[in-house]
C-alpha cells in the first residue's frame, strides 16, 4: 500500500499548492487540523525529547509540539520539498533543523528519535509498509510515532459520506479558500483512494510497533495515533 506510481504527480501537486496550502487546509478540515494537532500531541512529548517531523511541510506539527513544551524540545523538520521547508519565516523565529528527502529512506541514524510526528502526510508515501519499517527503526526503544491524518472509517456507509465529501464537496471548499490553485486539492481524493481502512492501518502499525492508540473523529475521517515502540 501506499501512492507508488502516483507519488510523483502529488509531489507536483503539492509544490506548486504552497502558497494556499495552510489557507485551504483549515477549511476543507473544517477548521478542526490544529485541533487535532493539539489533541495527538499533547501529552505524549516532553521537555528534552529529540522529535523528527516527519512529512513536515512547513512545519505545523513542529510549531504545535514546541508550543506545548514552550520550545523544550530539540526538532528536526524533514521533507520531499525542499520549498516547503524553506518556506517556515511565518511560524518559527528560529528556524528548526531540516533535512530533505523520503519516509521510505531516511538518513537518521537507528534509535535516535524519542518522538516522531506526521502531520497529514503519512498518506503520501510512496510504500506505506516501507515508512513504517523506517519510522520504527529510528525510533528509540520506548518511542511513540503521532500521526495525524484522513481517516478511511471502516463502516462502508460512512466511508461513502467521507469519500463523497472528498471528491465532490472538498474542491468547491477549497476554490472558496484557494481560488484556482485551491481546486488542485482535488488530487487528495486520490491520495485516499489508496489509504487503507482505518482498521488495516491500526492492524499494519501493530505488525511493527508494541501498541496502537487510536482515536477518531468526524466519524472517522479524521485520525489521531500514537504507535509506541
Same mark, same amino acid.
Given at each position: 500500500? @501506499? ?21 485551504v ?7 478542526? /487540523? ?8 499533547? @501529552? ?10 516527519? +512529512? ?10 514546541? /508550543?506545548?513544551?514552550?520550545? %523544550? ?5 524533514? /521533507? ?13 523565529? %528560529?528556524?528548526?533543523?531540516a $533535512? ?24 503520501? $508515501? ?10 520504527h ?16 472509517? /471502516? ?22 479558500? +484557494?481560488?484556482?490553485?485551491?481546486? %488542485? ?14 482498521? %488495516? ?26 504507535a509506541?515502540?
Amino acid at each position: 500500500m @501506499g501512492l507508488g506510481s502516483y507519488w510523483g504527480e502529488v509531489l507536483d501537486v503539492l509544490q506548486e499548492i504552497i502558497p494556499v496550502y495552510d489557507k485551504v487546509n483549515s477549511y476543507i478540515s473544517l477548521g478542526k /487540523d490544529s485541533e487535532h494537532r493539539n489533541r495527538a500531541i499533547s @501529552g505524549r512529548i516532553k521537555d528534552g525529547d529529540v522529535i523528527l517531523d516527519a +512529512g513536515s511541510g512547513f512545519g505545523n506539527m513542529s510549531k504545535t509540539a514546541l /508550543d506545548i513544551t514552550n520550545g %523544550k524540545v530539540k526538532i528536526v523538520m524533514y /521533507d520531499p520539498l525542499l520549498p516547503m521547508i524553506k518556506n517556515t519565516d511565518r511560524l518559527f523565529k %528560529k528556524k528548526p533543523e531540516a $533535512a530533505c528527502g523520503v519516509f521510505e529512506h531516511t538518513p537518521f541514524r537507528n534509535e535516535q528519535f524519542d518522538a516522531v510526528l506526521s502531520g497529514y502526510s503519512l498518506r503520501d $508515501a510512496i510504500s506505506l509498509k516501507t515508512a513504517i519499517s523506517e519510522i520504527h527503526r529510528v525510533l528509540k526503544n520506548d518511542g511513540k510515532w503521532i500521526i495525524v491524518d484522513l481517516g478511511k472509517p /471502516d463502516k462502508a456507509i460512512v466511508r461513502f459520506g467521507v469519500s463523497f465529501y472528498l471528491r465532490l464537496i472538498l474542491p468547491v471548499v477549497a476554490y472558496m479558500a +484557494g481560488g484556482k490553485l485551491g481546486l %488542485k486539492f482535488a488530487t487528495l481524493y486520490g491520495t485516499y483512494k489508496l489509504w487503507p481502512q482505518n482498521k %488495516k492501518l491500526e492492524s499494519m502499525l501493530l505488525e511493527k510497533f508494541t501498541k496502537v492508540e487510536f482515536e477518531k473523529d468526524m466519524m472517522g475521517g479524521a485520525i489521531m495515533i500514537a504507535a509506541h515502540k
